[in-house]
């Protein structure tokens, strides 16, 4: 499996697990067939999700119905095997794209006294919405930042599109 596949999927995933929907860094993320090889599933982006490790060895070769059998088994909060539990909310998804747009205004306003490295942009993220974010949530504003490219993360520094 190529990184390519990997990181085409991520993208269009916004950086989760296809599964549980916690922000999945690369490192731990791996292409899971929702038919399986084994079933007669193709390596097509159609029928690749990106997840994390253990959900993949949990779902293993099982068939596509069987796997669809799991995740509405719990009812929108499947219970990722490596622990993790998530499950978004329409007030969360609603609370989450406004913070984002009111991010990329602020981020627009200062032009030359933007953040340059992750560390600074995480603390401008908690100070325009004291007590309001989770270090979850920062992270998946800087997800979003660098999804639809308006930064780009080299090592800890950022460059602005």
């Keep these: 499996m190529t990184s390519k596949r990997l990181e085409r999927l991520l993208l269009a ?14 490192t731990t993320a791996t292409v899971e067939h929702l038919v ?12 690749c999700v990106a997840c994390c490790k253990s959900a993949n060895q949990l779902l293993g070769s099982m068939s596509l119905k069987e796997k669809i059998q799991i995740c509405l088994s719990y009812k929108g909060q499947f219970k990722c095997p490596n622990g993790t539990a998530h499950q978004v909310s329409t ?11 009111k991010l990329v205004a ?7 006294a ?3 490295t992750v560390t600074k942009l995480k603390n401008t993220i908690t100070s325009l919405f004291p007590k309001q974010l989770s ?8 997800q979003q930042l660098r999804n639809r490219q308006i930064i780009f ?3 800890s520094k950022i460059t602005y599109a």
């Design 13 to 26: 995933q916004r950086g989760r697990c296809f599964f549980c929907d916690k922000l999945l860094p690369p």
């Design 36 to 47: 399986a090889k084994a079933n007669g599933g193709n390596d097509q982006d159609g029928n």
């Design 91 to 101: 007030k969360e998804t609603q609370f989450m794209a406004e913070c984002y747009e």
């Design 106 to 112: 602020n981020l627009s306003q200062r032009q030359k």
């Design 114 to 116: 933007r953040p340059g």
């Design 135 to 142: 270090p979850d949530q920062v992270d998946n504003l800087v």
């Design 153 to 155: 993360v080299t090592g």
